[in-house]
């Protein structure tokens, strides 16, 4: 059922003359839409108001911006260090606001999509299946909806994913 579908598809996009380096782009801008379409509906997100358990993962850069010293919550783990860093650069330069570190989310949430599309297609040269497979990572709901706040869980899962690329690359460059 699902390979009928995948070939179905393959085919489809092949009739059309689609570009296969157009696919990856394409869903780049499909998830910029929605997520700025999601801003302007919910009017929360582009407010100064924290949704979910943003305001505990600011928290540390405002008291670096503001108390110059970093408190960290007892529910963060030691892997939401790193964006304490980044969100203290970002609101360093740009002034710290959930709106800014919402954007810097996305942008990491970009950067982890690019590389997971790069990383497919190291192991697969279907390039219209790898675009399949990744507007379904995409659009997965809890990993949509944390693309663009302000949580640990797309950064952690980009550094693993480059650590995991890395590492493979290290074992086939030694055997």
């Given at each position: 059922m699902i390979s009928q579908i995948i070939k179905k598809f393959?085919?489809?996009n092949n009739k059309k003359n689609l570009h296969e380096k157009h696919n990856l782009f394409s869903l780049i801008i499909i998830l910029y839409i929605t997520?700025?379409?999601y801003f302007i509906i919910d009017f929360s997100s582009v407010t100064e108001f924290p949704i979910n358990d943003e305001g505990g993962f600011a928290f540390p850069i405002w008291s670096l911006i503001?108390?110059?010293k970093l408190y960290i919550f007892g529910n963060n783990a030691?892997?939401?260090i790193p964006q304490?860093?980044?969100?203290?650069?970002?609101s360093k330069i740009f002034g710290f606001s959930f709106l800014n570190?919402?954007?810097?989310?996305?942008?990491?949430?970009?950067?982890f999509y690019f590389f997971i599309y790069f990383y497919l297609n190291k192991?697969?040269?279907n390039k219209n299946l790898n675009s399949l497979f990744l507007g379904i990572f995409i659009f997965f709901p809890s990993i949509y909806f944390n693309s663009y706040l302000f949580m640990s869980d797309i950064l952690f899962l980009f550094l693993l994913i480059v650590a995991l690329y890395y590492f493979e690359s290290y074992i086939n460059k030694n055997s």
């Open positions: 393959t085919v489809l997520s700025g379409l503001y108390k110059e030691a892997w939401s304490t860093y980044l969100g203290y650069i970002v570190l919402r954007l810097l989310a996305l942008t990491i949430s970009s950067l192991f697969n040269d």
